[in-house]
């Protein structure tokens, strides 16, 4: 699994921990993120909060947006920070829930907690408690916090299902979450991720933006609600980090949503209708993958149908397919196929790949309904699932190479 998704968690963890570590240590250092005042203050926090804030925090700030634009921060509150870092919205949610209320602040890094514990004891402050743990497995018990805060964290956590259903399960009913985070429009290139150090500074481990959003249906949280974007990484002092951002349409995002006073986890069926809301079947579109899913519908119906069929009557069950309408249904599949390689070809502007599906098409056809050979079909179906691979290909190259995606624009101009 690891080798396949081009990362290991061991990895990231150790990459994250360094750096941080680093931060912690001397935030004056060259970062490939923004960092302190003018990075706090790029992001939207009101310079009268900053003016309140310790210096120790202030400088050590790598937050990627503002959450507390969210307002749902009480006085009495038990907040959880997660990834609190050297602590500015720890000490922020430490003063709006006042001496009734309570911030877990959490962290993964140790020199972040040790700098953030400084902090606190040189301040006077009695109702923050800091816990060493990774998000993926928060040790506070179910329903115990009132709100989970975050700035910059869940893009650097590889399980970010894992850290979702942590965050649900403590969470008290109507509970809130206020999340600040980056997103990205591309998908990461193969082998983007497999830089342990790209993901520290938050570029490659981010989601895409609907895939993201989706996530926190998933979880199930309600009252999801998107309260600002920004183009993070045009602050960020590296032209590298800039122009890998920029190629993935890389920004952050304020978000805002509750656990619902209902609480029941999602069951099996729950989450998998969740996973065919309609915000995830547009990915499909997006990323071009309708011609895979119409060429996999139309192997289906051919190959699949006939294992099928054999298996039943094995089984004692003799059932027979209309050969007519069965022949039609796979070349529907076969056609959709070729118009959705026809709906890529804008993106990529090769017209060869749109030719091949429509060959592959022909022959399944012409072995179909003219002169039945399986020989025949069976190339169809070679050339068919073969154009749409090399479609694919197209796409990826013009939307996540960046040479191929200036190419692209110079020739359209
Ligand atoms: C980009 S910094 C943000 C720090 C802070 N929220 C701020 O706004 O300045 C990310 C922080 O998340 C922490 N972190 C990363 N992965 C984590 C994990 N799996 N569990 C807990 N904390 C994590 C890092 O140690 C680091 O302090």
């Known amino acids: 699994m690891v080798a396949i998704l081009g990362f290991s968690k061991d990895q990231v963890t150790a990459a994250v921990q360094a750096m941080y570590a680093d931060l912690a240590g001397d935030p004056r250092q060259h970062f490939h993120f923004p960092v302190g005042r003018s990075a706090a203050r790029a992001v939207g926090y009101p310079e009268e909060t900053l003016e309140q804030l310790p210096e120790a925090a202030v400088t050590r700030f790598v937050g990627v947006g503002f959450p507390f634009r969210a307002g ?13 870092g050297a602590g500015c919205d720890t000490l922020i949610a430490s003063s709006l829930v006042g001496e009734n209320g309570k911030v877990w602040a959490l962290d993964i ?10 902090t606190l004891t040189q301040a006077g402050i009695r109702n923050v408690e800091l816990v060493e ?16 805060t975050s700035n910059g964290v869940l893009n650097l ?25 980056i997103v990205i429009d591309r998908p990461v290139p193969l082998g983007g991720r497999s830089d342990p150090e790209l993901w520290a500074e938050c570029v490659v481990g981010a989601s895409i933006k609907e895939d993201y959003l989706a996530l926190f249906q998933e979880a199930g949280f309600t009252d ?15 032209a590298d980090t800039r122009r890998i951002a920029n190629g993935l349409g890389a920004r ?8 619902p006073a209902q609480a029941l986890s999602p069951g099996y069926l729950g989450q998998l209708a969740r996973r065919l809301h309609p915000r995830r079947l547009t990915r499909i579109g997006a990323r071009g993958l309708w011609g895979a899913v119409a060429a996999a519908a139309a192997v289906f119906a051919c190959y699949g149908l006939v294992a099928l069929f054999g298996l039943l009557s094995l089984m004692g069950l003799s059932l027979t397919l209309p050969e007519g309408l069965w022949a039609f249904a796979i070349l529907a599949a076969a056609v959709l196929a070729v118009a959705a390689t026809a709906l890529n070809l804008p993106r990529h502007g090769r017209p060869w790949p749109l030719l091949a599906t429509g060959i592959g098409a022909v022959l399944i056809a012409y072995a179909l309904f003219v002169s039945y050979d399986p020989l025949l079909e069976a190339l169809g179906f070679v050339v068919l699932v073969g154009a749409i691979g090399w ?11 960046p040479e191929h995606r200036r190419r692209l624009r110079q020739a359209k101009a």
Do not use: W
């Open 252 to 259: 952050s995002i304020d978000i805002s949503m509750q656990r």
């Open 109 to 118: 890094t140790t020199e972040m907690l040790d700098q953030l514990q400084t």
């Open 157 to 181: 956590i590889p399980d970010k299902r894992r850290v979702l259903s942590e965050i649900f399960r403590v969470l008290k009913p109507e509970g809130r979450v206020q999340l600040s985070d």
């Open 224 to 238: 999801i609600s998107e309260l600002r974007e920004f183009d993070y990484f045009a602050e960020s002092p590296s």
């Open 391 to 401: 479609d694919l290909y197209q796409v990826y190259l013009a939307e996540c190479i």
């Open 133 to 148: 743990a990774d998000a993926e497995r928060i040790p506070l018990p179910n329903h115990s916090v009132d709100v989970v």
């Open 72 to 84: 749902v921060v009480r006085e009495g509150d038990t907040v959880l920070d997660i990834g609190a």
